[in-house]
């Protein structure tokens, strides 16, 4: 993100946030841009703020259901071959999203994903999901090391990201007070 922050305009680098986002958010509609870069500290920080009046099924007419983690988090994408020849390599980074999405008037969480959380000694990960008043609060963090993996440790590398992902990818549901 860095990299684009610096080779685009501002905004060139809103149109491409604004593209990311509607790969998983319909109607997507970014209404505050900040970006911090403390190149010095190595941390870049994107702070944005957006709405989606269609996110999410509505189902039955008083179920909605969303994954709240909304942006798809920056990792490593393994194909789904068994096994590898070649050595595996990761560059250390760490991924912090927090997410406080505003639920929609009358309604509350009826089914929260469930938290995950996994270490390994060439990454660890966690993932939460909570209720605040009107507010459902995703706090995610996904740490890797710079480090040289022999292709034997394919399949652990592999399971390592592919939970995280599912993680990631699961849903909430919320449902329609009756008052």
């Given at each position: 993100?860095?990299?684009?922050?610096?080779?685009?305009?501002?905004?060139?680098?809103?149109?491409?946030?604004?593209?990311?986002?509607?790969?998983?958010?319909?109607?997507?509609?970014?209404?505050?841009?900040?970006?911090?870069?403390?190149?010095?500290?190595?941390?870049?920080?994107?702070?944005?703020?957006?709405?989606?009046?269609?996110?999410?099924?509505?189902?039955?007419?008083?179920?909605?259901?969303?994954?709240?983690?909304?942006?798809?988090p920056p990792g490593p994408n393994f194909t789904h071959k068994s096994k590898r020849t070649e050595p595996?390599?990761?560059?250390?980074?760490?991924?912090?999203?927090?997410?406080?999405?505003?639920?929609?008037?009358?309604?509350?969480?009826?089914?929260?994903?469930?938290?995950?959380?996994?270490?390994?000694?060439?990454?660890?990960?966690?993932?939460?999901?909570?209720?605040?008043?009107?507010?459902?609060?995703?706090?995610?963090?996904?740490?890797?090391?710079?480090?040289?993996?022999?292709?034997?440790?394919?399949?652990?590398?592999?399971?390592?990201?592919?939970?995280?992902?599912?993680?990631?990818?699961?849903?909430?549901?919320?449902?329609?007070?009756?008052?």
């Amino acid at each position: 993100m860095r990299g684009e922050h610096f080779s685009r305009t501002a905004d060139e680098f809103r149109a491409g946030l604004e593209r990311m986002l509607s790969r998983t958010v319909k109607a997507a509609s970014l209404s505050n841009l900040e970006v911090q870069d403390a190149f010095e500290k190595n941390a870049f920080r994107i702070n944005l703020n957006f709405g989606s009046q269609g996110y999410g099924q509505l189902m039955q007419q008083r179920l909605r259901v969303f994954t709240p983690s909304v942006l798809e988090p920056p990792g490593p994408n393994f194909t789904h071959k068994s096994k590898r020849t070649e050595p595996i390599l990761l560059r250390a980074a760490v991924y912090r999203k927090h997410v406080r999405i505003k639920l929609p008037p009358g309604f509350t969480v009826d089914e929260l994903p469930e938290a995950a959380k996994m270490d390994e000694d060439f990454g660890r990960f966690s993932l939460s999901f909570r209720q605040d008043a009107s507010e459902l609060i995703v706090e995610e963090e996904l740490t890797t090391e710079g480090v040289t993996l022999p292709a034997e440790d394919y399949g652990r590398v592999k399971k390592f990201f592919d939970q995280f992902d599912g993680a990631d990818q699961q849903r909430a549901v919320l449902v329609k007070s009756d008052s």
